[in-house]
């Protein structure tokens, strides 16, 4: 994953926040009405690694395994996805997955712009597709090992929306796996 | 009201009459009566007026006119670095019928030079987004879009989209079309041109004038015939609601007191919009155009903010007689017409005499067609409607006006026709049928369909509704099922290809033979698949077991039969061409199956969202199986029995499928894709006679020249977590090494490498199977 894929990366934490990273006993039962700020800090949630730009410093692991291509963002995109963030904020899930369905047609092979899509899915109160966006954005996130921890956590946190504790076990620790 | 009106000087003169006694008791008793019949008249016309308002309300508010649903393509999006050809920008433009011009600056328009374009395009309302109307200039390098930027600023735009095409409307088989348009959308030089011409008074009378009647009859006088309506535009609009030619004394009255009503419920301005909405211009077939909305689009092809003078002077000349002042029928009394609502313009003060005259010096502008989209896809739309089924009544797509965005890319869909027709024209007079289905590969979109030979005609819709056996198509998942068992198989595994006889459904003897009739004793497995071969496919699907190929087949999205029997292993069942672009999405994508959508959204008239057709997927096959199996299924166009592709598209290192040949050359298919497309094509007569075509010579050559058209991404896969190449013996499966004999480099699952590596021998033996051994090798 380029400089590029990460500031994407950065560029969108779509108010995942508070819901998804609590345990789901403590989640409200009605989704929020209002899309939370999108760094909302939340006290019990897990330090949110993306947040940590590692533009300057290359990450710990040695060598990046084969860097077969560097996936130029397309400015085309980088529009999607900031229209899609400000529709996510407004609470208008719908018309932001639009977006990113769009910016998804234009450069398939980004694995942010999946887990984008996922988060979204989530907010729309769609987990199961939330998990299969997270899954695409897995496997093309080799390499990336925030994003992948991102993507099972989402996948965690949909699975116990279902009611599936062993399965958002199973997630969770593949998230620490990683 | 009128009765009311001729009374009151009656009673007049009667109150003023002083009679005495008797007289004025009866006057009385008369005055009496007749202000009961006075009264019981007025309640009578009042009453009569009341059984007439729901009617006429039914056509002014909500559902007033019956408006067939119109369908989109996409919106093509313009992003510098896209995969798109000046050829396909123009086959775009054409389809939105943009007009060629000099300098490319008006409203949807375009100029090309060279590899440089400079568009207008027009914005629009979209459920994926608003589009605002751009000036743009499109530059071409490389076989991509190199640069966009604004046209008069220069500044790079990020992303830009053309508005979606119309192609076609879902509309009952004789129904009237329009298109509807509010006031404020209509030029005023159009509006003003109709009341000059049509209702002087307008915005004086009450619905009724008599002036205008009084002037008609002069006029109808001098002429010795009928050269002028008396009819305010609120009767004709009344008039134009019951469509009856009827003009009974009856029938007039009738009309008139709707005509009064109207106005008195009603602002001018609602009445001016139906009327523009209402108008008859003419008529395509069984459908009738209505109102000057789809009227610009039916005569000029264009919206009716863009039409010239000229042009909207036109269609104001047509309302008197749509059928006698048919322009492409009637050229010349069309154009003098046209000429006379022009002359009355100038007359009026609403242009001036230049502007009349320059008018007057322009042609009629018309296009041939204006509605060429209606059923130009059927085979598509059919596809759309069947979709829409789920959601919709039939009443309400044909009624209520809806949107329908779809997901058909018009530069695939040509490309796709414009390849059948090539191809089928080398079999002259007995040429087969064929059939094809373009599919997005990351989200199942679907992108073009041909139905058939004769594509333009809404008959047997092939792509959906033949089911033809499917010969080596069925293969993936055979290979697939092997692959997702790593401890027993990997790409270099070795197959038995001895001969084999075993049972039938019927419980005969079966003895499946290879294409080429000839057996090796042992092929790697990633070869059996590419080069398709039969014998050593039966031989897997035994040892694997044909449920487990058949779990396979439904996780890629294939219908498994109810009773599975070894032919099925090679492919005896029967599925449609949109079946299988099914389950080559699945594959393409990596094991993430998109289920096949041709909409994406529907709205209102208003624009407003009533469903939304959004991506989904699910992950049917795991990551590393399906990277090895599309290893293996590139193999087969690199060097396999799709290798013919390069002489069609050059460099096929991106390109991945599979071919089928059905017994005795019945059904002849092929399926393959790039990083982003997917086209399956399959060719057979009708009647199941033989063609004598392979997959690799019937359906591979439409493929190719359907590809060689578009521009498309090249299939690059990023290796999974926990795959490694490695040199792999192809005669053993055992592993070897970089530069020894017979070894070729595969991707292995690295848990599950050979166990046993063979010793490498440095240069080429000899043996008899050399040539075979020297294509494998690549030699």
């Known amino acids: ?178 | 009201m009128s009765a009311n009106k001729s009374r009151k000087p009656r009673r007049k003169g009667q109150t003023g009459a002083r009679q005495p006694g008797l007289l004025r008791r009866w006057a009385g008793r008369v005055l009496g009566l007749m202000l009961t019949l006075a009264l019981i008249s007025v309640g009578l016309l009042a009453l009569y007026a009341k059984s007439l308002e729901p009617e006429l309300r039914e056509h002014f508010e909500g559902g007033r006119w019956a408006v067939p649903a119109r369908v989109y393509a996409r919106p093509l999006e313009l992003f510098a670095g896209k995969a798109l050809s000046p050829a396909e920008l123009q086959v775009e433009l054409e389809e939105l019928g943009y007009r060629r011009t000099s300098s490319g600056r008006e409203s949807g328009s375009w100029s090309r030079n060279g590899a440089e374009f400079h568009l207008s395009t027009r914005g629009f309302n979209h459920p994926d987004g608003e589009e605002l109307p751009r000036q743009l200039r499109v530059v071409f390098a490389n076989g991509q879009l190199s640069t966009l930027e604004g046209l008069r600023n220069g500044e790079p735009v990020g992303l830009a989209r053309l508005e979606p095409a119309v192609i076609g409307s879902l509309h009952a088989p004789h129904q009237e079309d329009r298109l509807l348009v509010r006031l404020d959308q209509v030029p005023e030089s159009l509006i003003a041109a109709l009341l000059v011409v049509e209702d002087r008074n307008f915005h004086d009378h009450r619905g009724l004038s008599f002036t205008g009647i009084a002037r008609a009859a002069v006029a109808n006088i001098r002429a010795g015939r009928v050269v002028q309506g008396g009819s305010t535009l609120t009767q004709q609009l009344v008039k134009n609601f019951y469509l009856t030619a009827d003009q009974t004394l009856q029938r007039k009255f009738t009309e008139a007191v709707m005509a009064l009503l109207l106005e008195h419920y009603y602002e001018k301005d609602e009445i001016l919009e139906a009327y523009l909405n209402e108008v008859f211009l003419g008529q395509r077939g069984g459908r009738a155009i209505h109102g000057f909305g789809l009227g610009a689009e039916f005569y000029f092809g264009r919206p009716l903010e863009e039409l010239s003078l000229a042009q909207q002077a036109l269609l104001v000349a047509m309302v008197r007689g749509p059928s006698r002042y048919n322009p492409r029928r009637n050229p010349e009394r069309a154009r003098d017409r046209r000429d006379l609502v022009l002359t009355l313009m100038a007359r009026d003060g609403i242009i001036d005499e230049t502007e009349a005259r320059s008018a007057m010096a322009e042609d009629l502008g018309l296009v041939t067609d204006g509605q060429r989209h209606q059923g130009r896809y059927p085979a598509f739309m059919d596809l759309v409607r069947r979709h829409l089924q789920r959601d919709y009544r039939r009443e309400d797509l044909i009624s209520d006006g809806l949107h329908i965005h779809t997901t058909l890319a018009p530069r695939v869909q040509r490309a796709a026709e414009a390849a059948v027709d090539a191809r089928l024209a080398q079999f002259g007079d007995d040429a087969p049928q064929a059939a094809l289905v373009s599919v997005n590969v990351e989200d199942g979109e679907v992108v073009g369909v041909v139905g058939g030979a004769d594509y333009r005609y809404a008959g047997f819709n092939r792509a959906l509704d033949a089911r033809r056996p499917i010969g080596s198509l069925v293969k993936p998942a055979v290979y697939l099922a092997a692959l997702r068992e790593p401890s027993r198989y990997g790409l270099g595994s070795v197959l038995s290809d001895e001969p084999v006889t075993i049972q039938d459904e019927h419980g005969d003897p079966w003895t499946p033979r290879n294409y080429d009739g000839s057996n090796r004793d042992q092929v790697p497995l990633w070869l059996a698949l590419s080069d398709s071969l039969n014998v050593p496919t039966v031989h897997l699907g035994q040892s694997l077991g044909l449920r487990r190929v058949a779990r396979s087949w439904a996780d890629l999205g294939g219908r498994v039969p109810n009773s599975l029997y070894p032919s099925f292993v090679l492919g005896a069942t029967e599925h449609s061409v949109l079946e299988m672009a099914q389950v080559y999405q699945t594959v393409a994508a990596e094991g993430f199956r998109s289920p096949l959508r041709s909409v994406r959204a529907v709205t209102d008239s208003d624009g407003e969202l009533l469903s939304r057709y959004s991506l989904s997927t699910e992950q049917a096959v795991d990551p590393v199986s399906s990277y090895l199996l599309q290893h293996a299924l590139r193999q087969v166009v690199s060097q396999g029995t799709a290798r013919g592709l390069q002489g069609w598209v050059g460099d096929t290192s991106g390109l991945a499928g599979k071919t089928g040949t059905t017994d005795d050359y019945r059904d002849a298919w092929f399926a393959g894709y790039s990083g982003d497309l997917l086209s399956v094509v399959w060719i057979g007569h009708d009647d199941n006679r033989s063609h004598g075509l392979t997959g690799s010579s019937g359906a591979l050559p439409i493929w190719g020249e359907q590809f060689s058209r578009l521009s498309y991404r090249p299939l690059r896969r990023q290796t999974p977590g926990g795959v490694e190449a490695v040199w792999i013996d192809a005669e053993t499966g055992k592993r070897s090494d970089e530069g020894c004999e017979g070894a070729v480099r595969l991707p292995y699952i690295a848990d599950h490498l050979p166990d046993e590596t063979v010793d490498c021998a440095g240069e080429p033996g000899e043996d008899d199977s050399r040539g075979f051994w020297d294509r494998v090798l690549g030699r």
């Open chain 1, 1 to 178: 994953m380029g400089l590029n894929a990460r500031l994407l990366v950065l560029l969108l934490p779509l108010a995942l926040g508070a819901c998804t990273l609590m345990p789901p006993e403590h989640r409200p039962t009605e989704p929020a009405p209002e899309p939370e700020p999108a760094e909302a800090p939340e006290p019990d949630a897990p330090e949110p690694e993306v947040d940590e730009p590692e533009v300057d410093e290359p990450p710990e692991e040695a060598a990046e395994p084969e860097p077969e291509r560097e996936p130029a963002i397309p400015d085309a995109v980088i529009e999607l996805v900031a229209d899609a963030r400000e529709a996510s904020q407004n609470g208008d899930y719908d018309q932001a997955a639009a977006y990113l369905e769009r910016a998804v047609r234009i450069s398939p092979d980004l694995a942010p712009l999946w887990q984008n899509l996922a988060v979204v899915r989530f907010q729309q109160g769609d987990y199961g597709q939330a998990e299969q966006m997270a899954r695409r954005s897995i496997r093309l996130a080799d390499g990336d090992r925030a994003l992948q921890r991102r993507n099972w956590q989402l996948i965690e946190a949909s699975r116990a929306e279902q009611g599936d504790e062993e399965g958002a076990h199973e997630a969770r620790r593949q998230a620490e796996g990683i």
